[in-house]
């Protein structure tokens, strides 16, 4: 692969205390991490406010960071750790306690919830040691640098990639980050931001993601497509062989993004995947967009693009590019309110404001840097439930309440499988399509998934959401949807009886956005009419 000079690795790790101190707490938190507020997707599913309202705390260590973690009174209590100097794996141990769940090695963030980490003063480097984001919540990660993560080699960390989020992830915003490799997997890295196994409402703003084999993804293999609702927005891709990103199912949002130098492909959309791909800057780079390595075709709504010195390949086998003349052949719907600037300054303004330690200037939007100010944040989630509760329910509803009429026609659930997001204890996924109304699913917190699914497509135009006994009316803001594209079928209020316009597929998901005490799902009902 021809690149620019890599970037030396340090000739000896800094060895720190385990037990390393962290700074005295704050009674409110700093400005600097106060500024500016989420974008995109990340605004959705009740919204990204990281550690905002709870106590800040200084470290200069990634044991002190662990150690902040562990120190909270639970796993959901918000925290804004203030991260100052180089993290390492000399200094990043281990730390037990009932409000974490952390590894040597890596920074890990798994079973937590209202985390806010930003870095201050001269800056937060983490070196060679990646950032681990697992069954976890509102977690907010600004103004640091992750650079030279492996996964062979030494020393490895974090699966070779920079920053990563799998299992059951809701609500993270990544800003004004700087993600670094110098190499390819050959050389023992992977990716610098993946996301797997039923990562959702995720946001990469004013990043800078440089000189490595692999950008990121979205879906870990072709059946992984559980994942979506991402919006990648004003980052910089520079000198990067593929994956800007790859997209396996899902929806995704991706503008005023400026790509330099991309070697072999682009956004690589495939496996039912739809992007909305509008007012990017592409130069001087190779297939920029389409579905490559796989016959599993993926989908775009192009609009606004800049195509400087692009080549494209002959279509054909694996290979097809979107170009030499994009056209859409999709359309993609987007919830939140957002502000383009012009292709032809986005790279004029993402050079002034993308990566770390550039102030975390943003685009006010009309091609011209601004440096955010502290706006105010809606409540913290309640600490009891690990998945911040919607205040601002997605799509509104394109159908009316559910009604108990029982559908007539045979259950499509009956002999299909099921799963869906983390379930409560003593519950099953089963359950709902065992046609026993004395068994139920349930949600871990208030807020869940549950799906249904078929080895092959099958039509449905209905369902029936019935709630287990004691629990009837505990259901309360709703989306079915489309698992196989990620589109939206309908969105509403109350179980019952659910229609939609007739829609082949091979899984559809109930998701319950807002609830009164815990959902009780005994059966989940599907109809081709």
């Not at 690149?3 to 700093?30: C, D, K, N, S, Y």
């Not at 004029?348 to 975390?360: E, F, P, S």
């Not at 685009?363 to 105010?376: F, I, K, L, R």
Request: hydrophobic share 30%; aromatic share 6%.
């Amino acid at each position: 692969m021809r690149r620019p000079v890599a970037l030396r690795l340090q000739a000896a790790l800094a060895t720190a205390a385990v037990g390393a101190a962290i700074g005295v707490a704050l009674p409110v938190p700093r400005a600097s991490a106060a500024a500016g507020s989420a974008t995109g997707y990340a605004t959705q599913n009740g919204g990204t406010t990281g550690g905002a309202g709870g106590q800040t705390v200084r470290a200069s260590t990634g044991t002190a960071i662990h150690t902040a973690l562990c120190g909270r009174a639970s796993s959901s209590t918000p925290i804004v750790i203030e991260v100052e100097g180089t993290i390492n794996h000399g200094n990043t141990g281990k730390v037990s306690g009932g409000s974490c769940n952390t590894a040597a090695g890596v920074i890990e963030l798994k079973q937590i919830s209202n985390v806010t980490i930003i870095g201050v003063g001269g800056g937060a480097v983490f070196d060679q040691l990646g950032i681990h984001i697992r069954e976890a919540s509102n977690i907010i990660i600004r103004n640091v640098t992750v650079r030279n993560v492996k996964k062979s080699g030494s020393p490895t960390s974090n699966g070779g990639d920079a920053i990563s989020m799998e299992s059951d992830v809701r609500n993270v915003w990544v800003d004004h980050t700087t993600l670094l490799a110098s190499g390819g997997e050959s050389e023992g890295f992977d990716g610098l931001f993946d996301m797997k196994d039923n990562t959702q409402y995720v946001t990469l703003s004013y990043s800078i993601l440089r000189d490595s084999g692999r950008g990121g993804l979205i879906g870990s293999s072709e059946s992984d497509r559980s994942n979506g609702f991402v919006t990648f927005h004003h980052n910089l891709y520079e000198n990067i062989d593929s994956r800007t990103p790859l997209l396996r199912g899902g929806i995704s949002h991706i503008y005023n993004n400026s790509y330099v130098s991309l070697n072999e492909s682009g956004i690589n959309s495939r496996a039912g995947a739809r992007a909305k791909v509008e007012n990017n800057h592409f130069r001087n780079s190779k297939d920029v967009l389409g579905t490559f390595y796989t016959s599993e075709a993926g989908y775009w709504q192009v609009s606004g693009n800049i195509f400087d010195n692009v080549t494209w390949s002959a279509p054909g086998g694996d290979i097809n590019p979107a170009g030499p003349d994009p056209q859409s052949n999709t359309t993609v719907g987007i919830p939140y309110s957002y502000s383009l600037d012009g292709a032809s300054c986005v790279p004029d303004i993402v050079r002034q404001t993308a990566g770390a330690n550039t102030g975390l200037r943003e685009s006010n939007g009309n091609c011209s840097p601004q440096t955010p100010t502290p706006t105010p944040t809606r409540p913290t989630p309640t600490p009891t439930n690990p998945t911040p509760t919607p205040t601002n329910p997605t799509p509104t509803p394109t159908s009316p309440t559910p009604t108990p009429t029982q559908p007539g026609g045979t259950n499509l659930s009956i002999g299909a499988s099921s799963d869906g997001s983390s379930k409560a204890s003593g519950t099953g996924y089963g359950d709902v399509r065992d046609g026993n109304l004395g068994t139920h699913w349930s949600p871990a917190g208030s807020t869940g998934s549950i799906s249904i699914k078929w080895a092959s497509a099958t039509a449905v135009s209905r369902i029936n959401i019935r709630e287990a006994a004691g629990s009837v009316g505990s259901i309360g803001s709703w989306r079915v949807i489309n698992h196989d594209t990620g589109a939206v079928l309908t969105s509403g209020n109350g179980a019952g009886v659910i229609t939609f316009p007739r829609t082949s597929l091979r899984k559809i998901t109930f998701e319950i956005t807002g609830s009164t005490g815990t959902p009780k799902v005994a059966e989940f009902e599907t109809y081709a009419g």
